[in-house]
Structures are given as structure tokens and as C-alpha cells.
């Protein structure tokens, strides 16, 4: 997340002017912010507050903070290709408000899932506190400065993660990833296992089967970014799947030396039936007919607006 003015957005800036195919333009303001207006009646319009999303494929703005509410606006801008789509989720939507205002728990969990704490008396994300920080893992900090300036080594005063087992890990992570029971709760799509990891992951055989022994960090550095190698990964596969009893998985009839991620998690669309250009890999492991497994080829089938 960051904040979205020309500055901190740079190439990925939207571009000023109308959003073709909508109702919507977008207006720049003297000090670098943009405002999101009716091409119509410009004096329905509030400024973009915050950006979300890498900008590697989509961008999605946020705005309008009240103290229990915010507005996601109804566009979402797909940077490489230049060009808008309605935001995942507002296809309904009626084409008169700036976007769908979310209230209370909804509104809180849309930044606290992006950034690790809001300003008091406002949904607006803190200062200093953009994207994913070492609190959204490892918990409140003030406690365990203090026992560290305190010399209190028997007790700093965190949970040990490296030690509390592959299921409270992986529910670590799936407060934003997502578990089985958030989407179900949710209602989201069961068929979104590209989408949300913990719920993928929780599905498959694998995780079922290797007792507590599989969670995200078996295969992610939760402090680097994600690697992009498959021969890191399938080296991780191998490790339970090279037919050895001690591993506890089977080898593969159909190549047990290699090309696991392609053929047993390829990276899949995550919005299903939209024209968006994201794609991740499916944590459902399981082998998948014909699926598509190449980003770039996927990319390509999305160069026009649905
Ligand atoms: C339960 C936690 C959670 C909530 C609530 C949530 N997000 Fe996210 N969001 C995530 C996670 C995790 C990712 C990273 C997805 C990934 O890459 O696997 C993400 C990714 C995104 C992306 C990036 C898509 C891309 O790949 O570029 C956008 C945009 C986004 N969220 C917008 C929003 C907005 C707007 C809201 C609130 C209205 C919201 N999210 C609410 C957890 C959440
Ligand atoms: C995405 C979640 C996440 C974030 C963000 C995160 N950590 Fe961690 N951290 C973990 C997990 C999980 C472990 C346990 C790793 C393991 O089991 O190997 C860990 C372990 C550690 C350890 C113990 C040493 C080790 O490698 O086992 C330290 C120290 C640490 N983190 C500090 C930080 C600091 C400082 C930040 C912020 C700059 C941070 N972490 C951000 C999840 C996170
Ligand atoms: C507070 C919410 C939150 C928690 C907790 C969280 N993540 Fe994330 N994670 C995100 C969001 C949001 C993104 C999308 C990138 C961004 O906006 O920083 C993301 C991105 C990622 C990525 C992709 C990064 C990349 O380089 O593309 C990985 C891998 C990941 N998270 C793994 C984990 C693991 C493993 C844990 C648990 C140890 C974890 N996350 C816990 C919110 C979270
Ligand atoms: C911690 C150990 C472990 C890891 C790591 C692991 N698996 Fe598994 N996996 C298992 C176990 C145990 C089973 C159940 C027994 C079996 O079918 O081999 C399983 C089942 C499977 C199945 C059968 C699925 C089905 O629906 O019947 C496939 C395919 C598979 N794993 C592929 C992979 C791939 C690919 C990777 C790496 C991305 C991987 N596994 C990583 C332990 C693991
Ligand atoms: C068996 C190995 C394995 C496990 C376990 C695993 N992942 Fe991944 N993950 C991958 C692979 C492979 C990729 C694709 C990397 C790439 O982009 O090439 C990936 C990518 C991701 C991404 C980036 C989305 C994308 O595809 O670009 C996120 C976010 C992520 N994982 C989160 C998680 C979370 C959260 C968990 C735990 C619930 C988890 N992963 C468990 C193997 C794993
Ligand atoms: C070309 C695609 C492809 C590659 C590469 C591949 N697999 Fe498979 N794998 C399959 C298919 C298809 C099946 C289902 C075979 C069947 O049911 O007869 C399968 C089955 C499996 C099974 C289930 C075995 C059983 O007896 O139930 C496991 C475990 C597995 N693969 C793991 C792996 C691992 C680990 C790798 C990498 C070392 C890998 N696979 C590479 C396509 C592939």
C-alpha cells in the first residue's frame, strides 16, 4: 500500500482524464494527489487516498476515510496494460457512487490486512505503517521493546513463531491469505483456491497428510520476497516425495525428478471470468488437466476490456 499521489505512484500514475467506458474521470490536484470524479457532474468526486496492490498488474484505489467508513473506488487501473476495469466485486454495482463504501469491520479489515495499524478515529492507515510490517506477524511491539530494554531475556515477550507448528502458522498467515473458514464465512467463491493460499493449501492431500509438518514457511522466507525459481520449490516437494518412507509421500508416475509447480500448482486467473491480468499459483496441489501454467501466455489474453 501507498499513498496515492504522483510521487509515490510514479510510472504507475494514473493517467489524468476520462476512464473510457465509464462514467468516471480522473482529475489531477496541485499538490500531486488525483481526484476521482463524475465525468458528468465533477462535483461528485473525492480524492484517491491510498494505492493498493504491487502495480505489477493492478492497482486499486481507496479514499474518502470517515471514522468507521471508506470508499473503494469503482475503477481499478491494470497499469501494464494501461487501461481500467471495474474493481473485483463492484460488477453489480450501480454505475452513480464513486465505488463501494465499506463500514466498520469491513473497512478496518481492507487496511489492517494492508498496512499494520489505521489513525485513531479514522479508517485512514497510519503514517510509517504501509503494507505488511513485522507487527502483522509477530504481534504488538511496545511490550517486547520494553522487556528487551529491560534485559528480560528469559521472556521477550513474542511468541516464538519458528516454534508453534505447521497449523497455527499457516493461520498466522491466512488472517490475510485466507483460510478455509474465511471463505466459506465470507461466501467468496470455493472454486478461488488461486486466489486465497491458506485455503488452497488446507485443501490439499498434502497438507492433510504430512502431520503438522507443511505450513507457508516450509516453502517461503517470510521476510524476502517470493522466490520465483520452480527448482527451489520442487526441491521442497522432493523432500517428501522422493518415494522414501521418511518423506511420507509418494513419487510421481509421471516425472518424479521434476516440473512439479507447472503440473501440480500452475499459476491460475484469480478473478474467474473477469478480464484481469492476474494470475497466481493454485495452493490446491493436485494434478490438474491441461491447466495453463504460463503467466505471459495468460497475460496476452487479456489486452482487451470484457
Ligand atoms: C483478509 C485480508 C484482506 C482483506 C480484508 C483485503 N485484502 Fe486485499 N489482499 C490481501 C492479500 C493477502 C493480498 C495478496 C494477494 C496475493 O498476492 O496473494 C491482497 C491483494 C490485494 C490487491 C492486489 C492484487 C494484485 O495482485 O495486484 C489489491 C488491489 C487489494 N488486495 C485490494 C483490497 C481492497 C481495496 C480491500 C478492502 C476493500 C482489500 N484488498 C481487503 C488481503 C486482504
Ligand atoms: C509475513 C510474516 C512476517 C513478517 C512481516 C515478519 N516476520 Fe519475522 N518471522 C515470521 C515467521 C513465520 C518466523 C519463524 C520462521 C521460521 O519458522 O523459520 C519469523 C522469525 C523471526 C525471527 C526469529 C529468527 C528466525 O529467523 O527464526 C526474528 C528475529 C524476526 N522474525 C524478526 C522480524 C522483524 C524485525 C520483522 C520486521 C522487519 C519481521 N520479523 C517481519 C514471520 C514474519
Ligand atoms: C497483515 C496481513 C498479512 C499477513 C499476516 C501475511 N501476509 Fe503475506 N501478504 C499480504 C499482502 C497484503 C500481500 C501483497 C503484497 C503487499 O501488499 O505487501 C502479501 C504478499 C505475500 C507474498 C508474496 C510476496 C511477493 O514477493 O510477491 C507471500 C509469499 C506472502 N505474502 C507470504 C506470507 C506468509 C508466509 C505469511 C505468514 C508467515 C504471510 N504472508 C502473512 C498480507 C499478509
Ligand atoms: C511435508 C511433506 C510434503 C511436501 C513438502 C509436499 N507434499 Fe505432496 N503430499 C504429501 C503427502 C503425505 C501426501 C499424501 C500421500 C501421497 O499421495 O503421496 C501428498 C500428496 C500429494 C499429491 C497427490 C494429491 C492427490 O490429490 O491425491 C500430489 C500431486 C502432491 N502431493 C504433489 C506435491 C508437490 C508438487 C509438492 C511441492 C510443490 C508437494 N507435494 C509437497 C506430503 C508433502
Ligand atoms: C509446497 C510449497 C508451497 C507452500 C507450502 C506454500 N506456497 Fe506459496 N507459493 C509456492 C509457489 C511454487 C509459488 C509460485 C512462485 C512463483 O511466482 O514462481 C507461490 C507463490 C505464493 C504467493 C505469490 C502469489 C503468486 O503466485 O504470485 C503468495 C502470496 C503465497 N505463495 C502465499 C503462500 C501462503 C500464505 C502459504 C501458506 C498458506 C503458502 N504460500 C504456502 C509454493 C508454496
Ligand atoms: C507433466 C506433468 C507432471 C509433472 C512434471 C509432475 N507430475 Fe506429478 N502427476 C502428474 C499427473 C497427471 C498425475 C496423476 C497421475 C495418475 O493419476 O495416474 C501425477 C501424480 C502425482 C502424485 C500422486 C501419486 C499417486 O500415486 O497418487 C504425486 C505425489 C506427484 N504427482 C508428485 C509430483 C512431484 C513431486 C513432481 C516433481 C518432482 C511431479 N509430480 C511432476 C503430472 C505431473
Redesign the pocket.
Known sequence: MRPADMRSLGKIAPPVGPIAQSHYSIEAQQNGAFRFERADRHEIGSTLGYALGSGKDAVTFIGDFKPSSLVEFRETYLPSLHRWSITPGQEAAADVSLGAVHELGMAQHCVLCHAVKTKPDSMEPAQGFFGVGCESCHGPGAEHIKAVKAGQTNDLKMPDLSKIGASKLDAVCARCHRSIDDVTIDSGNAAETARFQGYGLELSSCFKHSNDRLSCVTCHDPHTSVRTDNRYY?SI??SC?SGSASGG????????????I???MPARPIFVNRNIPIAMADHLIM?YPGTESSRSSLRKRFTTRP
Not at 249 to 257: A, E, H, L, T, Y
Open positions: 520442487e516437494c522432493l516425495h509421500g509418494k513419487s510421481c508416475p509421471v516425472n518424479s525428478k521434476s516440473g512439479c507447472p503440473c501440480h494434478a
